[in-house]
């Protein structure tokens, strides 16, 4: 009987495996030596959990050069700090009537939140068009805006083609309006600054590049800018009154906090600092140039997103004529190893916008971990794939 070939993981925009060695030991430590329950209590445990927490948030803070760390609040993924920010703005700087700008990329965490604004609340929504390249045209946001435009939305790097948005020039270009970036798949992987971008709220996820465990992650929310919070509950301060703290990130982190996944997070995010952020985008980039180099010489195989020469992200979606994405996915799984993720990838607008909906794409997606033996294995898979 033939042996089943080793995993080769290449779905790191999912999510990131596997974790530093410090991540693991740092979780494993927690969960086995004390109660987490941070704030509760003045006990030696209490304290030290609350110590734990407050150092990932100074971590994060000065790795997104956010002036003050309380302006970080956690949450449990970039879904819920998107929600907390898109829904958190009507009522305070969004009101019914008021026009929204973002991009063909979103994601629907983005999406699915505006639609609703859109349909029930009676905000007007435009679009970004994309360029030839399969860039979003960030020149052409002058062109869009209106006097009622209060909120610009952006997808940092895309999850189905690792398209690359220019922050600094939205940043430029913005004038008054809020700037909210997604960063689910950038952060960790390129540098994030968010005074010299001009952000006023940045969601990020932890159990990407950050290299945390799932269920962490959280929003930086910018001096003066305030939400409606999603969930109001126990934190821990101001216990006498049974109204909301209103002051962050109190504000917004209502019930016991996920103080495994905070101390995982931290860890990883130290990792990065520790690593280099430079030596991570190097090494994807690398490994994402052999494999499009490779992708070139196979037949039957149409790859979406940008060329060669353009920046992008290590994620790479791709089609093999003949074939569908599920059938190529599962036989890159079962005879070859490759794990990788096939359809929409919860970006159906994404999909629209290059021509590949309603099927997807298959797509790969690079991390730090992986190796160019990694690339040779999944070029390999896909040539005797579409050769068949």
Same mark, same amino acid.
């Given at each position: 009987?033939?042996?089943?070939?080793?995993?080769?993981?290449?779905?790191?925009?999912?999510?990131?495996?596997?974790?530093?060695?410090?991540?693991?030991?740092?979780?494993?430590?927690?969960?086995?030596?004390?109660?987490?329950?941070?704030?509760?209590?003045?006990?030696?445990?209490?304290?030290?959990?609350?110590?734990?927490?407050?150092?990932?948030?100074?971590?994060?803070?000065?790795?997104?050069?956010?002036?003050?760390?309380?302006?970080?609040?956690?949450?449990?993924?970039?879904?819920?700090?998107?929600?907390?920010?898109?829904?958190?703005?009507?009522?305070?700087?969004?009101?019914?009537?008021?026009?929204?700008?973002?991009?063909?990329?979103?994601?629907?965490?983005?999406?699915?939140?505006?639609?609703?604004?859109?349909?029930?609340?009676?905000?007007?929504?435009?679009?970004?068009?994309?360029?030839?390249?399969?860039?979003?045209?960030?020149?052409?946001?002058?062109?869009?805006?209106?006097?009622?435009?209060? /909120?610009?939305?952006?997808?940092?790097?895309?999850?189905?083609?690792?398209?690359?948005?220019?922050?600094?020039?939205?940043?430029?270009?913005?004038?008054?309006?809020?700037?909210?970036?997604?960063?689910?798949?950038?952060?960790?992987?390129?540098?994030?600054?968010?005074?010299?971008?001009?952000?006023?709220? /940045?969601?990020?996820?932890?159990?990407?590049?950050?290299?945390?465990?799932?269920?962490?992650?959280?929003?930086? /929310?910018?001096?003066?800018?305030?939400?409606?919070?999603?969930?109001?509950?126990?934190?821990?301060?101001?216990?006498?009154?049974?109204?909301?703290?209103?002051?962050?990130?109190?504000?917004?982190?209502?019930?016991?906090?996920?103080?495994?996944?905070?101390?995982?997070?931290?860890?990883?995010?130290?990792?990065?600092?520790?690593?280099?952020?430079?030596?991570?985008?190097?090494?994807?980039?690398?490994?994402?140039?052999?494999?499009?180099?490779?992708?070139?010489?196979?037949?039957?195989?149409?790859?979406?997103?940008?060329?060669?020469?353009?920046?992008?992200?290590?994620?790479?979606?791709?089609?093999?004529?003949?074939?569908?994405?599920?059938?190529?996915?599962?036989?890159?799984?079962?005879?070859?190893?490759?794990?990788?993720?096939?359809?929409?990838?919860?970006?159906?607008?994404?999909?629209?916008?290059?021509?590949?909906?309603?099927?997807?794409?298959?797509?790969?997606?690079?991390?730090?971990?992986?190796?160019?033996?990694?690339?040779?294995?999944?070029?390999?898979?896909?040539?005797?794939?579409?050769?068949?």
């Amino acid at each position: 009987m033939d042996s089943k070939p080793a995993p080769i993981y290449v779905d790191n925009a999912a999510t990131s495996f596997p974790k530093p060695r410090e991540v693991i030991d740092t979780i494993s430590s927690l969960l086995g030596g004390m109660s987490l329950s941070p704030g509760r209590s003045a006990h030696r445990y209490s304290l030290e959990c609350s110590r734990i927490i407050f150092e990932a948030r100074e971590t994060l803070a000065s790795f997104f050069n956010c002036p003050d760390s309380s302006r970080i609040a956690f949450a449990c993924n970039v879904t819920e700090a998107l929600n907390a920010g898109i829904l958190g703005l009507f009522g305070t700087a969004l009101h019914p009537g008021d026009h929204v700008i973002t991009t063909p990329f979103e994601h629907n965490s983005v999406m699915r939140p505006l639609r609703y604004l859109e349909k029930n609340a009676g905000l007007t929504l435009s679009i970004l068009p994309l360029s030839d390249e399969g860039e979003v045209m960030v020149s052409e946001l002058p062109r869009l805006m209106r006097d009622n435009t209060r /909120l610009i939305v952006v997808n940092h790097v895309s999850n189905v083609t690792g398209s690359v948005v220019d922050l600094e020039e939205i940043g430029r270009l913005k004038g008054e309006c809020l700037l909210m970036v997604d960063a689910a798949q950038s952060a960790g992987v390129f540098s994030i600054d968010v005074k010299k971008m001009h952000i006023d709220m /940045l969601a990020f996820t932890g159990h990407k590049s950050l290299f945390g465990p799932t269920g962490s992650g959280g929003f930086y /929310l910018r001096e003066g800018l305030a939400l409606q919070p999603l969930k109001m509950g126990g934190t821990g301060s101001n216990s006498e009154t049974e109204v909301q703290p209103d002051f962050m990130p109190d504000i917004y982190e209502a019930g016991t906090p996920n103080t495994l996944g905070i101390a995982g997070l931290g860890s990883g995010v130290e990792f990065i600092v520790k690593t280099g952020l430079a030596a991570i985008r190097g090494h994807e980039q690398r490994l994402c140039a052999l494999f499009l180099d490779g992708l070139r010489q196979l037949k039957n195989v149409t790859v979406f997103g940008p060329g060669a020469g353009r920046q992008r992200a290590a994620v790479v979606s791709l089609r093999v004529k003949g074939k569908s994405e599920s059938e190529v996915a599962f036989r890159l799984d079962r005879e070859f190893g490759v794990m990788v993720r096939a359809g929409l990838h919860c970006a159906p607008a994404a999909h629209r916008a290059i021509g590949t909906f309603p099927a997807g794409t298959v797509r790969f997606s690079f991390g730090y971990f992986n190796t160019e033996k990694d690339v040779a294995t999944c070029l390999r898979g896909l040539d005797m794939i579409a050769a068949r």
